[in-house]
């Protein structure tokens, strides 16, 4: 596998679209082997992506990063892992150990409302959030879930169709109504630990149905994970309505996904949670394709 860091004086370099230099990982038995450097000659996004196909990249790694780059990821069959930060060494060893975040980061302003897209001295910044950044196989990637799974396909890059329905038989997302499948690393943390150990004793040709409770998916929902904040506190925030995905950044410099549940006048409150925490769901999955 081949994982691909944004880079600048050893640090994850936030802004994917800007990025002068790639630090690419080579990873073998889940330990890296090897790294250089790789000059990205002022490219824009979609020459950059263009640009890590090339290399035969597996994963990207970055912090901030726009919807159009992540469609010409996606459209190369690259993984993402947005919103990382700090030491890029640290991202990647964290990435393999199942413990990097993707948060689907991203810098656009969507709709005009502008919202800010840095750190200020209260320690949080409001940030418009593209929705429907899930693992289970959404673009948007390892999306939080750590896969531990074993079997014969895990380290190896599969292809997979599949559908997903709740208990009550409504669709919620399907890789054969887009006509591609999924690709992903098994068993890299890129999906939802259910689906992941699911692929790893698979067949090619093979359709197996699943059931996943949310310890399988994406864990039960956390009342601690709702929160409120004072408006004074997130510039931009004024503008957010009850209802629309935004994401904060913590104290850390870490993205938060949140979805805004309540606002009065000086104060609004957030979610935390997955949109899909605390459900159960169903999928069907085709083994299309084993890589490597």
């Known amino acids: 596998m081949k994982i691909a860091v ?14 002068e230099t790639f630090q690419i990982y080579e990873v073998e038995d889940g330990k890296v082997c090897g790294k250089q450097l790789l000059a990205s000659n002022g490219s824009g996004h979609g020459a950059l992506a263009t640009l890590l196909a090339e290399q035969g ?3 990207l790694i970055c912090g901030g990063i726009g919807g159009g780059a992540q469609a010409a990821l996606a459209e190369q069959g690259i993984e993402l892992c947005a919103g990382a930060s700090g030491d890029a060494d640290k991202a990647v060893a964290a990435f393999l150990h199942g413990e990097l975040v993707n948060t689907g980061a991203n810098c656009d302003h969507h709709h005009g409302e502008g919202h800010s897209c840095h750190d200020h001295d209260e320690g949080y910044s409001c940030h418009d959030h593209d929705e429907g950044h899930s693992c289970h196989g959404q673009e948007g990637g390892c999306g ?3 896969s531990k799974s074993k079997g014969k396909n895990t ?11 709740f208990n009550d038989g409504t669709q919620f997302d399907s890789s054969y109504d887009r006509g591609e499948p999924l690709e992903f690393v098994c068993g890299a943390g890129m999906m939802i630990p259910g689906y992941d150990a699911a692929v790893a004793e698979m067949e090619v040709g093979q359709t197996v149905q699943v059931h996943l409770t949310p310890d ?16 004074a506190q ?5 503008a957010l309505a009850v209802g629309e995905r935004a994401y904060l950044r913590d104290p850390f410099g870490q993205p938060v ?10 104060t609004i409150t957030f979610d935390a949670n997955h949109e899909m925490a605390g459900k159960e769901l169903n999928f069907t999955i085709e083994l299309v394709e084993v890589l490597d």
Do not use: M, S, W
């Open 234 to 238: 997130l510039p931009g925030a004024e």
């Open 257 to 266: 996904p949140v979805k805004v549940v309540a606002k009065d006048e000086t």
């Open 155 to 165: 380290g190896k890059k599969v292809r997979t169709h599949y559908r997903g329905t």
């Open 216 to 231: 399988q998916a994406y864990g039960e929902a956390d009342p601690e994970a709702i929160f409120t904040l004072e408006l």
């Open 144 to 146: 939080g879930c750590h």
């Open 57 to 59: 990249i597996d994963v």
């Open 6 to 19: 944004t880079y600048e004086n050893g640090e994850v370099f936030q802004h994917f679209g800007h990025t």
